[in-house]
Every structure is written in C-alpha cells, then in structure tokens.
C-alpha cells in the first residue's frame, strides 16, 4: 500500500514539475487563441483578414513567413533566450506592443474620414496587419516571460524549442513591419 502510494506520489510530481506544467499551459493557450471557437480570444478571423492581403500575391508569403524560420533557425544555433537576453526582450516587445497599440488607435480613429474603397481597403488591411502584430508580440511576450521565470528548471531542448518559437514571432513581427510602412505610407500620401 505504502509503496502504490509513494508511486502516485512520484509521477504526481513529475505531473506537477514546472517543465510539464508551462507546456501544458502553453498548449492550452495556444490551442484556445488558434483552435476554440470562444468569442473571449478567437483570432482566427485576424489571420484570415491578414492572410487575404496575399490572396493575389501568394509567393510573398515566403517572404513574409518563411524568411522568419531561417533567421530564428540561424539565431537559436547562436544564443537561446535563457540566456541573459530574456530581459531585453521582454523590454523590446513591452515598447513594440504599445507602439502596435498606439498606432491601432490612430487607425481606428481616421476609419471614417474617408468614403473611397481603395483607401477604406488599405486602412482595412493596415488594422488587420497591425491586430497580428499585436497578437504575435502578445504570445512571444508570454513565451520570453514564462521562459524568464521559469528558465532554471526547463529542459535545455525545451528552452531551446521555445527560444525558436519566440525569435520566429519576433522575426515575424519586425518583417511584418515593412508591410506597415508601406501601407502607412500610402495612407498619408492619399489623406
């Protein structure tokens, strides 16, 4: 009895580790933003209006998204997030994530100033845009924080996995920027 006892205990620690419990977290997570059809934090209609902006032009996502797997693929080989950078970052996506929300309210502000559908379509795709820039810096701040308080305990293959998550959404992001300023551009040249 003792002995059936201290195994339950044992793989109830192993269950419990924190290794086991930030997957199970983030997979939770993950799974509601991408897969739930919950109207707290359903995203899926974000990607859709992000992705329709290639509709004609579907090479470019290699660009847009491909390019972000070399440039992660080729920084984890360099340095992971437990290293001492896990600090900057989560300074660097704090500031970028209210500059995504400023600029959101600009956006949102200027929506009925004018009537012509090339305009309302830029503005359209720029909000867009910037809602997945918010979404990705979101996660990527929840993944270098998690990492920062819990980096001590987690497996080195497991912090190596998610430094390349982390740096892929950032790539993302600063990517995703370039559509930004063409779109913003445009913007202001027709206003």
Same mark, same amino acid.
């Given at each position: 009895?003792?002995?059936?006892?201290?195994?339950?205990?044992?793989?109830?620690?192993?269950? =419990?580790?924190? &290794?086991?419990?930030?997957?199970?977290?983030?997979?939770? /997570?993950?799974?509601?933003? *991408?897969?739930?059809?919950?109207?707290?934090?359903? #995203?899926?209609?974000?990607?859709?209006?992000?992705?329709?902006?290639?509709?004609?032009?579907?090479?470019?996502?290699?660009? *847009?998204?491909?390019?972000?797997?070399? *440039?992660?693929?080729?920084? #984890?080989?360099?340095?992971?997030?437990?290293?001492?950078?896990?600090?900057?970052?989560?300074?660097?996506?704090?500031?970028?994530?209210?500059?995504? *929300?400023?600029?959101?309210?600009?956006?949102? &502000?200027?929506?009925?100033?004018? @009537?012509?559908?090339?305009?309302?379509?830029?503005?359209?795709?720029?909000?867009?845009? #910037?809602?997945?820039?918010?979404?990705?810096?979101?996660? &990527?701040? /929840?993944?270098? =924080?998690?990492?920062?308080?819990?980096? @001590?305990?987690?497996?080195?293959?497991?912090?190596?996995?998610?430094?390349?998550?982390?740096?892929?959404?950032?790539?993302? =992001?600063?990517?995703?920027?370039?559509?930004?300023?063409?779109?913003?551009?445009?913007?202001?040249?027709?206003?």
């Amino acid at each position: 009895m003792i002995s059936r006892l201290s195994s339950i205990i044992s793989k109830l620690k192993i269950f =419990m580790s924190p &290794s086991i419990l930030f997957l199970i977290a983030l997979v939770i /997570i993950i799974a509601y933003v *991408f897969i739930s059809k919950s109207n707290f934090i359903d #995203t899926r209609r974000v990607f859709k209006d992000y992705f329709a902006i290639f509709n004609n032009e579907k090479s470019h996502l290699i660009v *847009f998204w491909g390019t972000p797997l070399l *440039f992660s693929a080729a920084v #984890t080989q360099v340095a992971h997030i437990a290293d001492n950078s896990c600090e900057t970052i989560i300074v660097f996506l704090s500031i970028l994530l209210s500059a995504f *929300f400023a600029m959101l309210s600009i956006l949102v &502000s200027s929506k009925g100033t004018r @009537t012509d559908d090339l305009y309302k379509q830029v503005l359209s795709e720029t909000v867009s845009t #910037t809602l997945l820039e918010i979404i990705l810096c979101i996660l &990527s701040l /929840i993944i270098s =924080m998690a990492i920062e308080l819990v980096r @001590t305990v987690l497996p080195t293959w497991l912090t190596w996995a998610l430094s390349y998550i982390d740096f892929y959404f950032i790539f993302v =992001m600063l990517i995703n920027i370039l559509i930004l300023i063409k779109r913003i551009k445009s913007l202001i040249d027709n206003s």
